[in-house]
């Protein structure tokens, strides 16, 4: 439901903006940077959501034939970590937030992230490398390393 509010909301902002549409990229990039952009704004607003990993599920079939019980002190300190990296990543200034979220959390390679974005591939890397130190400097200052 969230995604499909998203998609809308960018199809009718492209709309009312495709005058300011200067056509020096392929238009599909410009709506999808439009689409990124409002999805990452509708993501800082949720509530951080505690990601954990399929082989640390309780009950998986990994944990069974292994005998597994996840210790409940890691999985706190898990989900915590990522909690702060989330919450880091959010406070990150545009494009760098986008360049960071799009080749970590939508696993989009560089060149991809330049199409999508219409930017110059050096372009991207700078803002990965820049977006990525002021990531680490966001969690030193929280005491949580990259």
Known sequence: LQAEDAAQEAFVTAYRSLASWRGDGPFGAWLAR????????????????????????????AEAAAGYSPDPASVVLRSERSATIRTALAGLDEPYRETVALRFFADRSLAEIAQETGRPLGTVKTHLHRGLQRLRSALGERGVDL
Request: proline letters at 7%; aromatic letters at 4%.
């Open 34 to 61: 439009i689409a990124v952009r409002i999805a990452l704004r509708q993501t800082a607003r949720r509530r951080t959501v505690t990601w954990i990993e399929p082989a640390s599920e309780p009950g998986s079939a």
